[in-house]
C-alpha cells in the first residue's frame, strides 16, 4: 500500500475527545489503518497538522447542491412566496450545464469548508454525479418527486426517473455516489404514486429520503384530519431503519417515538429552519429520545453557505434556545451530529477518526486570533472555527485540499463559469 | 493632506446601495474626502478593493473584550452557574497584565475581521485603552460597576472608580478612546449607589452603557412589585438621548415605547442570547418603532467569537424566527445594524462611507467559492461573508490589516502571550 500521515496535530476520537497523534491512511483502500504517536513519519505523503486538529470530514447530509447559483438571489420571504416567485421560476430555467456549474461550485465550497460528504436533492442527477466524481467527493443523490400540481402521466414519469436514478446511480464514481428514492414531501407527492413506487425502491434496495414537518403549514392538512405526518409516513410504508427525512421542525411526542423505533433518521437544518421562519426543531429531545441526528445545510438559497461548521454552531446556539436550557446541545453533542450523525443517518461512510473508518477527513487550524486560546478544541469546532479555518480536506484517502489549495477542481474557472451561468439564468427566469 | 484611495471596488453606501467607486480618504484628518468613479487613482497610498466591497467597519457595541482569554474555558451552561463557577472565579484571578493580553488579542480578531470600533465594559479599563491605542481602534470603555454582594464602602468605590475612569479616559489615545458611566445592571447595582453617582456621570458628559432585560430573572424582581425595568430606570434618570443599554431580550410595549421616545439605544446580542439561552429580542418591533438599534458580541466566552458579520448573520436569522416571519430583519436592516446602527448607539464615529464621515473602513473579498455567484453583494454581507473574508481594515484613516497581515500589532507574539497568560488564569482561578 501507499500511505498518506497527518502528523504533528491533535485528533477527534469517536468519544469526542482530543489527544495527540498522528493518523495514518491506506491511499488505495481510502481507508484508516492506524491513529497514535508518531504513526505518520514514515508514510510516502504528509499533511501537516501541526497546531490544528484531524477531524472526521464534516458530512452535510441534507443539500440541494446546484442551488449555489441562486445563493443571495431572493432573501428574506416566507417559505411559500420565495418558492413559487423566485426559486421555482429559476429552476425552470435551469439545464443540465447550470446543474453542473452549481454542483461544482457548491463542491469547491464544500472541499474548501472540511465537508467530504454529501445527500442531494434535486434533478438532472448525472449532472450532480459527475461533479462528485470529479471532486473526489462522496454523496448519496436522488431525485426529487413532486406530484402535485402534474397530470398523471407526468408525475408517474418523474417518480418513475427516481427509481431509475437510483438504481443506474448506485455505486459510481468508485462507490463514492450512492443513492436513494427521493420523494419530495409528504404532502406534494401523492398516497398514490408513493404506494405505486416505494415498492419499487425497496426492490432497488436504496433508502428514502423526503422533507418532512418542516413548517406548521405542512403539518396542517393532517392534523385537520386527527392524524401526524409521522404517523401517516410509516403507515405508508416509510421509515424504515435506513430511510432519513429533512427538517424535522414540528415533531410531537408520538413522532419522535415513531423515529426512535423505527431507526429512521433526521436531519436538522437549524440555519434555514431560522431563515424561513420555520421554527426550532426539538434537538434535544432528539438525541435523549434516541433518535438518530444528523446536520444539514440546506440548499445555499436558503443559508446562504454550505459552512457545516458554521452549522454545528446554528445548531448548539438554537438548541439551546429552544429548548430553553443553555446545557441543551452540548458541544460535543453538535459536533458529532456533523460527523458520526451525519454519516449513520444519510448511510454513507466516515464520521471517525479510527482504524478500519474510511479516510474521509479535515485538518482544522487553530492557530488564529479567533481560536485562541486552546482551553477545549471540541468548544473551538463547535462555537468558533467556520470553513476558512479549514487547512487540508481529505476523502477516501485522497488529498481534496493541501493548505486551502484544491486539487481536483480549477477554483477560478469554477467560480466564473459559475458566475456567468448564474446571471444568465436569472435573466431567462426573469 | 496625505491621501489613501481604496480602487476598483464596490461601496456599500449609507442607504444600503452597493455601487462601483473608489474612496478617498485624508489620512491626517482620518476621514472620507470623496467618494466616486476613479477618485482614488492619484492617492498617495491605495488599497486594491477589486472583486471587493467597501463597507464601513464594523462596531460592536457591546463586548467584554479580555473575555477573550476565556473563549471555551466553560460552555453548556446556564448564565448563573457559568457566572459563578466558571467566569468570575477566573475574572477574580485576572490581573492587569491578563487584561492588556485579552484586549490585544480580541483588538487582533476584531481587525482581521472588520471591526473598527467597540464598547467595553470590564475592569482595569486603562489596559483595555492601552490595547486600543497600540491597535489603532477606536473604542467607548468603561469600568463595570456591580454593587451586590459588596460592602457600602467597597461599592462606593467601584461606582467612584467608573465615573473617575470615565473622565480620565475620555478623548485618550488621541481621540479614539470615549468612555461611559457603565453600572453593570439594575439588579446588580444598587438604587442608592446609582443616585448618588449618576449625577457624577452626567456631570462629566459621558454617557450611561448598562445590561438590561437580558433574562427573565432579571424582569422577575421588578415585575413581582408590577414594574417593568426600564420604567424603573428611566425613573431612576437613566435613558438619557446618549445613553444605551445591552440586550434588551424581555421588553414589553411600554419599554419599547420608552426607548422610542427618550432616543437610547439597545445593543441586540444575538449569539450570546442564543448560548445562554436568555431569549429571543424582539428586534424587528424595536425598529418598528423607531429605536436605536446596535449589534454585539457581548464577550468571547459567550459567543465564542468576536466576528461581527457572523453577528450580522446570526441576527438576520434569529429576527426572522422570532417575529415568525422570513421577512423580519432583512439583509440591509441587519448590515446597517451593525455599522450606523452600532455607530449611532455608541455614539462613536464611523458607520457610513461617505465624504465628511470618519474614515473607519473594512473591505471584503467577494472573490471566493462561497461568495460566488454575486447577484446582491448586501445579501452575502448578511448571510455569506465572515470575518475571514475581511481583505483591509482601517480605522481612522490609518491601514491597520493590508492583505489580511495586520500592521499595529504583532499577531504571533499576541496569541503566544495570550495562550501563555490564559492557561496560567485558568491554573490559578481552579
Known amino acids: 500500500m ?27 483502500a481510502g481507508e484508516i489503518v492506524d491513529v497514535g504517536s508518531e504513526v505518520g ?64 461550485l457548491g463542491a469547491l465550497e464544500m472541499i474548501r ?89 425497496r426492490e432497488a434496495g436504496v433508502p428514502v429520503h423526503f422533507h418532512a414537518n418542516e413548517t406548521r403549514a405542512e403539518v396542517e392538512p393532517f392534523a385537520e ?45 437549524p440555519a434555514s429552519n431560522m431563515k424561513l421562519a420555520s421554527g426550532t426543531a426539538p434537538v434535544q429531545r432528539l438525541l435523549d429520545a434516541g433518535v438518530a441526528v444528523g446536520l444539514g445545510t440546506d440548499g445555499a438559497a436558503s443559508n446562504n453557505d454550505l459552512d457545516m461548521l458554521g452549522e454545528v454552531r446554528d445548531a448548539a446556539l438554537l ?4 429548548a430553553d436550557d443553555a446545557s441543551a446541545v452540548a458541544a460535543p453533542d453538535a459536533v458529532r451530529m456533523a460527523t458520526a450523525g451525519s454519516a449513520a443517518v444519510a448511510g454513507l461512510p466516515g464520521g471517525r477518526v479510527a482504524p478500519g473508518a474510511a479516510a474521509d477527513l479535515a485538518v482544522v487550524s487553530l492557530d488564529r486570533a479567533h481560536l485562541t486560546p486552546v482551553h477545549d478544541p471540541v468548544s473551538h469546532l463547535a462555537y468558533a472555527a467556520r470553513g476558512g479555518d479549514v487547512r487540508h480536506t481529505v476523502c477516501d484517502g485522497r488529498v481534496l485540499m ?20 448564474a446571471a444568465a439564468l436569472v435573466d431567462r427566469a426573469a
Open 41 to 104: 513519519a514514515d508514510a510516502d505523503e504528509r499533511l501537516d497538522a501541526s497546531e490544528a486538529v484531524v477531524l472526521p470530514g464534516l458530512v452535510n447530509a441534507h443539500t440541494h447542491v446546484a442551488m449555489t447559483l441562486l445563493r443571495g438571489y431572493a432573501d428574506d420571504k416566507p417559505l411559500d412566496a420565495w418558492l413559487r416567485e423566485d426559486v421555482w421560476p429559476a429552476e425552470a430555467a435551469m439545464g443540465p450545464e447550470d446543474v453542473r456549474s452549481g454542483a461544482r
Open 402 to 421: 493541501r493548505d486551502r489549495e484544491v486539487l481536483t477542481l480549477d477554483a477560478d474557472a469554477v467560480r466564473a463559469t459559475a458566475q456567468e451561468r
Open 319 to 322: 438548541g439551546k434556545l429552544g
Open 225 to 269: 384530519r386527527g392524524e401526524r405526518p409521522l404517523t401517516h409516513a410509516r403507515e405508508r410504508g416509510l421509515l424504515d431503519p435506513a430511510d432519513f427525512l429533512a427538517h424535522g421542525v414540528h415533531l410531537d411526542g408520538e413522532e419522535i417515538d415513531h423515529l426512535a423505533e423505527t431507526g429512521a433518521g433526521v436531519v436538522h437544518c
Open 2 to 28: 501507499t500511505t498518506l500521515g497527518i502528523t504533528g496535530g491533535r485528533v477527534l476520537r469517536p468519544g469526542m475527545t482530543v489527544e495527540r497523534a498522528d493518523v495514518l491512511v491506506d491511499r488505495e
Open 113 to 201: 469548508s472540511g465537508t467530504t460528504g454529501f445527500v442531494d436533492m434535486y434533478f438532472e442527477v448525472p449532472e450532480v454525479a459527475a461533479a462528485v466524481d470529479e471532486s473526489g467527493l462522496r454523496a448519496r443523490l436522488g431525485h426529487g418527486v413532486v406530484t402535485v400540481g402534474k397530470e398523471e402521466n407526468e408525475a408517474r414519469e418523474d417518480a418513475a426517473e427516481s427509481v431509475a436514478i437510483a438504481e443506474e446511480l448506485d455505486g459510481a464514481a468508485g462507490g463514492r455516489v450512492r443513492t436513494a428514492f427521493m420523494p419530495h414531501s409528504l404532502t406534494t407527492v401523492s398516497d398514490e404514486i408513493l404506494a405505486e413506487f416505494l415498492p419499487e425502491a
